[in-house]
């Protein structure tokens, strides 16, 4: 090794010794004729000096050390001296007297600012992500991705489950988003798939009869990009055989727990809070609802079909919804200026409106208020609880709009109220209907994937009716956000080819898609489910950061590229044509 | 859980307990009026009794069953009686008398032999993978691999390296194979690549201070297949900085040390043994030398320089070289017709042939033995310290072409004469030449990839005499198999330039190629280096398989197609159109 010691390791313990470390030149103060250096690496900084009484060359050469130029040091370990100690650092007690100095690699004036990187560019800290990433708090986010990363498979480890890894280049797979696609060099005109995830794979590692399989695997979607998708993301993908829904509950729980308490020291209150997908829809207008706080949404369609307020009636009257939200003990804050931006707001994200009422202690307030009569005025009073001091607002559109709109008014008030608890709050979401009805093409579709196990309870409705079927999938969400999802699966191809009947999937189509799945149910295919959870999501909610790039080393930007190796780039025609291929640009 | 306890694990300890089992029905015997089933998962299995004087019905429901049913059986644990316990397996003192069965899904009947892979033709077996994973010896398989993985994930973080994930989709690499690529939808015309190694992206980490980075890295080569090569693999991938090359080899032989220990509890003997590359291709022919047993190749072109054998005065007068191995002790075993073979298989592999001699009491004996006058005939005898009953071979040809005959000579004798002793023998070969003269276009190449860095002894040649300059790479070889290779990496501009003029590319190639990593020098880069180790061979070797193919769930067969899926298949005309691309075959 180049050097005896890291940068953050060195305490009075090793005083008077002689040591050499290597690092980073991150800082360097002149004071009172001597230089004094901080010399960083992954491990911590320590102080070295440069006394000219001590050696005068050294210093000089000392002087002409810029930022980030990478150094071999060594020296003395010596006490820092009363009053010049830091107890903010774990070095803080010592400094080097150097004897000795080496510039490994010397830096170039620097293309961004390191300290700030609010103030680079997305593409620039892309671009010089080495640079980027050489930051403490950058440092400390893949440490903990480290550290969860090694601590599941520890865990599942330890619950039997054998990680196997699943084909990169497979058949295209019948899942939501686009597929990435590789050309076959040697099957000329034929393409593999990258993985959206390892789903078909796994269930037939359970049909080999591995009974527990996990991955962090590595998935691909063809996506256009939002803040918290890229191109590529990590799973915790896993199943298991011959379980029931609680068994999957329970093992994820404990998986959560563990890692939320040896990573963050927090302790998880078990077992997770439990919604079906109607009360979710009900209470908080989403399958994604945040339980860090309440401010419930409360249905008031049935009350205002007898309203006067045309408005609301005329909606209500063409199938649409009306719901509220009690902003409690608000009144105070609540300024005409601050409700108007709430209006604005709610008309931003697509409600054509947002009406709201005061609460006083001479009862509703509100220029819309005499539009309800007194009995109209008591059930809202009632059904809001609400007391004098409360602001209430209201939607009222179709289902969609209006629960989309009052889920973000909620989540914005739970901000701006200062109501969201500082906590890790997961829930499961349960009970989605197995499929949905396509009003356009007038034919039901699967609301979810194509191998998730009906509920014993409702299956024998698919023929007669779907829209009583409820399918065993469950969401998992933390603090408003979708983690995860998974479901018993099927494993028996008589129920598989009822389910196709009913969204009208030809065999021939299935056959073509994943028939492979399908034709290993005939081989002694066990009951079986598992779950899929974003791993990259959740040690950003971990690390309190509403970015996933900031735990991905290299990241693509929001038109798939890497600013740091420019991909993707053009190829040339031989390789080209060695793929039998050819490009067909559109003309712009 | 469908099950209260999983096929492995009862004993006499549950004697008299209900218990519920899941699994595979695998073998099923009338014996004396009751039926014996072997119920199996991937723990072991247990064997199930169905009496009818105990339960009629479910007597007559058992006899139905066929091989490979899923079978929920529940019943008591009992006592198998004297006589009938199976000390061979774990649950081998008792039997569950059912009183209940499910069947959870019924095989058809199956379209391979399960227990006979041998006599599954090769796609057969890839096709129906989930039938031949469910034989023991495959579970174990994937289960080593699993244990192997966590094992080396255990040992990285303990000393402080961090698994970080590098992206898939990447720009194109400089490296040996060719990529493949996956076209971008939202950049038209433009494509990344799938990363061969994570080569640069890992040194980048190196640059951003990460200081020790693994990654059990998936890696993809559009190569045409060989037994040991897939279109995928899996990479133990590791990089440290401010390290020298005995610190890699240190880490990686106590890493080794540990996997044997702990997954085959064989004790490796440590330091691995070194030799240079031109000592490995002296003595044995090969830079993968096999070192289970001697039979050391011996260099007689000196001494053929003076022979009156035409054969080889010729080849040595051309340039060529003679090199000869002595079958110790094995003239009783070389008949005429074995020797025969010998040179028969000589010819097959490439050379010209392979001359022979024997040694007896009388001395040298053997058509050829008249060419050689005393003097030489006592050189060779010296040279080869030929003792009675040893029987010499010799080849004589181009260096490239007799060294790689003599080498697989040497193999073959070492497997015929039962010299291959059983262990795992591990070297590192050293001191491989930097660069390499191309003859064809009279131009330097580099003998191994652009980013190793010489010798520090070496470097100083560079310019003068570039044949004179060795490079820091090694590679790891076990039992005569390359498991892996590393370097110190350059880490500076200015020999990377000099590097890079020594075999013609230009600043403009290098930008394009790989400018990101030349740039990211500027900024402060530590020394640094590293090593990869293919993991599905060292997972086979362990194993003693010889194709990685038995420890990877779905390979691809020898055209690159996967069996089981059917991938790569066609693509849809509008999914091409999207990517802006169309086929251009080549008419037959």
Redesign the interface.
């Known amino acids: 090794?180049?050097?005896t010691h890291?940068c953050g390791e060195l305490t009075l313990k090793q005083k008077s010794k002689q040591v050499t470390l290597?690092g980073?030149n991150i800082a360097q103060r002149n004071h009172g004729g001597l230089i004094f250096i901080d010399l960083?690496?992954?491990?911590g900084f320590t102080q070295i000096v440069f006394d000219p009484t001590h050696k005068k060359d050294l210093h000089a050469k000392a002087q002409k050390l810029g930022r980030?130029?990478?150094l071999?040091v060594t020296g003395k370990v010596r006490y820092r001296g009363k009053n010049l100690e830091n107890p903010n650092m774990a070095t803080g007690q010592i400094e080097i007297l150097a004897d000795e100095l080496t510039i490994?690699?010397?830096?170039?004036t620097?293309?961004i600012e390191m300290d700030d990187p609010d103030a680079v560019g997305d593409d620039l800290r892309l671009k010089?992500?080495?640079?980027d990433?050489?930051r403490q708090d950058m440092?400390n986010n893949?440490?903990t991705?480290?550290n969860t990363?090694?601590l599941i498979?520890?865990f599942l480890?330890s619950k039997?489950f054998?990680?196997?890894?699943?084909?990169?280049?497979?058949?295209?797979t019948p899942e939501g988003a686009?597929d990435?696609?590789?050309?076959?060099?040697?099957?000329?005109?034929?393409?593999?798939?990258?993985p959206q995830s390892p789903q078909?794979?796994k269930q037939?590692?359970m049909?080999?009869?591995?009974?527990?399989y996990f991955q962090l695997a590595?998935c691909?979607r063809?996506e256009?990009l939002r803040q918290d998708r890229q191109?590529?993301h990590?799973q915790i993908d896993l199943e298991m055989?011959?379980?029931?829904v609680n068994?999957i509950f329970n093992l994820t729980e404990e998986m959560m727990q563990e890692i939320f308490s040896k990573i963050l020291k927090n302790k998880l209150k078990l077992p997770f809070k439990k919604l079906s997908y109607k009360e979710a829809m009900e209470k908080y207008g989403t399958d994604k609802p945040d339980l860090r706080f309440n401010l419930e949404l409360k249905d008031l369609t049935q009350e205002m079909s007898h309203s006067d307020f045309s408005v609301f009636k005329s909606v209500v009257d063409k199938g649409g919804i009306v719901k509220a939200i009690n902003a409690e003990k608000s009144g105070e804050l609540f300024s005409r200026k601050v409700i108007d931006k709430y209006v604005k707001y709610a008309q931003d994200v697509g409600a054509k409106g947002l009406a709201w009422m005061k609460m006083t202690d001479n009862g509703l307030e509100g220029s819309i208020v005499k539009f309800f009569n007194d009995k109209l005025q008591k059930q809202i009073i009632q059904k809001l609880n609400a007391q004098p001091g409360d602001v209430l607002f209201f939607c009222a559109d179709k289902p969609k709009t209006t629960n989309e709109v009052m889920n973000k008014i909620r989540k914005r008030l739970g901000k701006e109220l200062n109501l969201i608890k500082d906590e890790f709050n997961f829930c499961w979401i349960t009970d989605f209907p197995l499929f949905e009805w396509n009003e356009d093409d007038k034919r039901w579709e699967m609301s979810h994937h194509m191998f998730c196990m009906p509920t014993q309870e409702t299956m024998k409705f698919i023929e007669e009716d779907p829209s009583k079927v409820f399918c065993t999938q469950f969401d998992l969400v933390l603090n408003g956000e979708e983690m995860g999802s998974g479901s018993l699966r099927i494993?028996?191809t008589d129920i598989q080819e009822k389910i196709m009947k009913v969204i009208g999937f030809s065999q021939k189509e299935a056959e073509e898609r994943f028939g492979?799945l399908l034709e290993?149910?005939?081989?002694?295919?066990?009951?079986h489910g598992g779950i899929g959870i974003g791993f990259d999501r959740l040690v950003a909610l971990m690390l309190d950061l509403n970015d996933i790039r900031e735990v991905?080393?290299?990241?693509?930007n929001k038109?798939?590229?890497?600013p740091?190796?420019?991909?993707?780039?053009?190829?040339k025609t031989d390789?080209?044509?060695?793929?039998?291929?050819?490009?067909?640009?559109?003309k712009k």
Request: with cysteine; hydrophobic share 35%; glycine share 2%.
């Open positions: 090794m180049l050097r890291t290597c980073w960083k690496d992954r491990y980030e130029d990478v071999q490994l690699s010397s830096s170039e620097l293309p010089y992500r080495y640079l990433m050489r440092q893949f440490k991705r480290h990363a090694q498979r520890q480890s039997n054998l990680e196997i890894e699943t084909p990169l280049l497979i058949k295209s686009r990435y696609v590789v050309p076959s060099r040697v099957n000329p005109g034929k393409f593999y798939a990258l078909i794979y037939i590692l049909v080999s009869g591995f009974d527990r590595r691909l063809d256009d191109p590529e990590t055989s011959f379980v029931e068994d494993n028996r492979y290993s149910f005939k081989y002694g295919a066990p009951p991905i080393a290299f990241p693509k038109n798939a590229q890497s740091i190796d420019n991909s993707p780039s053009e190829l390789q080209l044509d060695e793929l039998s291929l050819k490009l067909n640009l559109k």
